[in-house]
T-cell receptor, first 112, second 110 residues
Framework: DVKVTQSSRYLVKRTGEKVFLECVQD?????MFWYRQDPGLGLRLIYF???????EKGDIPEGYSVSREKKERFSLILESASTNQTSMYLC???????????FGEGSWLTVV | QKEVEQNSGPLSVPEGAIASLNCTYS??????FFWYRQYSGKSPELIMS????GDKEDGRFTAQLNKASQYVSLLIRDSQPSDSATYLC??????????FGPGTRLSVLP
């Protein structure tokens, strides 16, 4: 089975703090994604990566950056957390052929 | 802008009935289609994928695809209370991005 692991499940951070969300997949997938999900707004793509050190902006990249130094690991960085970034963050991976996208369990971030 | 639309619901059906969930998409180049189930507070999990026109059955679930009408649906037979969840439709055009619909909330009443 595909395993996408988000190491931080529940975080509470203060406004202005730098936040790292880590994601690891174990299936040698080419593509990895970061989404956020908010009530009434559905899944919104923040960034995706199709290869090591490669990244593409999604629909809502402002306030976020990403890092992919190794194929299996994709990190989401909030340089200076703000209260409007309180959300559930979902990491996902996919083979690169338009096949199934697999999600991690999600990271619930609260910024106070 | 590529869009995927779903009725947000809630769709309420009695236990044992057939639940019908619908999805339309705007990108005619879309090639692969997915249905995900998401329980409250959990991440989406894949139910079915479909790539060709017609029906695809897996247990109590049937996905139906009509590319000419840009329409994909999910039927759940013999609905159970445990099927109560939000169902997300997702579309991909063999590119690197998936477009998700807003989801339909299904409530199966005992």
């Amino acid at each position: 089975d595909v395993k996408v692991t988000q190491s931080s499940r529940y975080l509470v951070k203060r406004t202005g703090e730098k936040v790292f969300l880590e994601c690891v997949q174990d299936m040698d997938h080419e593509n990895m994604f970061w989404y956020r999900q908010d009530p009434g707004l559905g899944l919104r793509l923040i960034y995706f990566s199709y290869d090591v050190k490669m990244k593409e902006k999604g629909d809502i990249p402002e306030g976020y950056s990403v890092s992919r130094e190794k194929k299996e690991r994709f990190s989401l960085i909030l340089e200076s957390a703000s209260t409007n970034q309180t959300s559930m963050y979902l990491c996902a991976s996919e083979t690169g052929s338009g096949n199934t996208i697999y999600f991690g369990e999600g990271s619930w971030l609260t910024v106070v | 802008q590529k869009e995927v639309e779903q009725n947000s619901g809630p769709l309420s059906v009695p236990e044992g009935a057939i639940a019908s969930l619908n999805c339309t998409y705007s990108d005619r180049g879309s090639q692969s289609f997915f249905w995900y189930r998401q329980y409250s507070g959990k991440s989406p999990e894949l139910i079915m994928s479909i790539y060709s026109n017609g029906d695809k059955e897996d247990g109590r679930f049937t996905a139906q695809l009509n590319k000419a009408s840009q329409y994909v649906s999910l039927l759940i037979r013999d609905s159970q209370p445990s099927d109560s969840a939000t169902y997300l439709c997702a579309v991909n055009n063999y590119g690197q991005n998936f477009v998700f619909g807003p989801g339909t909330r299904l409530s199966v009443l005992p």
